[in-house]
């Protein structure tokens, strides 16, 4: 099956700077990578996702890559401010189920 | 989350109980995904169903646990005997359509079981 990993577990960023997440995997027949934000006692939600016909999303101050030749991809935050403080998670699908990396916990700091 | 909803949001539950999960899916959405989320850890896929019929249970445990759809009524993640090792965050998802079409899924806020 997909093994997702995810680095780094843990980030932390001056208010204002960018922060990178990374992730790979191993099923070269996955063709869809989402982003999910995780607030403390709440649900993951989706704030950005690529598919495998596309190399560069951006949406606002967030952007992902996909590297299919490399199977990796990232999530790129610029300009953090306090409230991107959360964990986030990568996933890859195949088109039957998703599979999560195992979460970066950002920490923006004012 | 789309308006996936579950309840209850805490759940407590003896060592040898029940406990009964419940979801909701976004309207219009009928595929439902259960997943798993132990502290400190990434969320783990357990189950996919559609509508009266499960597509995908590789990732649920071969006893105690089960899980169903209804034509009618939310979907249901039932866990029998719980033990102290089934407390975790259980969370769903829901999908109009299948993954491979291009459809998403969202999450609703996790319904949290604690056993003692």
């Known amino acids: 099956g997909e093994n997702v990993e995810q680095h780094p577990s843990t980030l932390s960023v001056q208010e204002g700077d960018s922060a990178v997440i990374k992730c790979t995997y191993s099923?070269?027949?996955?063709?869809?990578f989402p982003w999910y934000k995780q607030e403390l006692g709440k649900g993951p939600q989706l704030i950005i996702d690529?598919?495998?016909?596309?190399g560069e999303k951006k949406d606002q101050r967030i952007a992902v890559t996909l590297n299919k030749t490399a199977k990796h991809f990232s999530l790129h935050i610029t300009e953090t401010q306090p409230e991107d403080s959360a964990v986030y998670f990568c996933?890859?699908?195949?088109?039957?189920?998703?599979?999560f990396g195992t979460g970066t916990s950002l920490t923006v700091i004012p | 989350n789309a308006g996936v909803m579950q309840n209850p949001r805490h759940l407590v539950r003896r060592r040898g109980q029940e406990a009964r999960l419940r979801c909701s899916p976004v309207?219009?959405?009928?595929?439902v995904y259960w997943y798993r989320q132990l502290p400190e850890e990434g969320l783990k896929f357990m189950v996919y169903?559609?509508?009266?019929?499960?597509?995908?249970e590789s990732g649920m445990p071969k006893e105690r646990f089960s899980a169903e759809f209804p034509k009618e009524g939310p979907s249901i993640l039932r866990i029998q005997q719980v033990v102290r090792g089934d407390s975790a965050a259980y969370f769903c998802?829901?999908?109009?359509?299948?993954?491979?079409?291009?459809?998403?899924?969202?999450f609703g806020e996790g319904s949290w079981l604690t056993v003692v």
């Open positions: 998802a829901s999908s109009r359509g299948q993954i491979s079409s291009g459809n998403t899924i969202y």
């Open positions: 099923d070269s027949a996955s063709n869809y």
């Open positions: 690529i598919r495998s016909n596309v």
């Open positions: 996933a890859a699908s195949d088109g039957n189920q998703f599979y």
């Open positions: 309207k219009g959405h009928s595929h």
């Open positions: 169903l559609q509508k009266e019929n499960i597509i995908d």
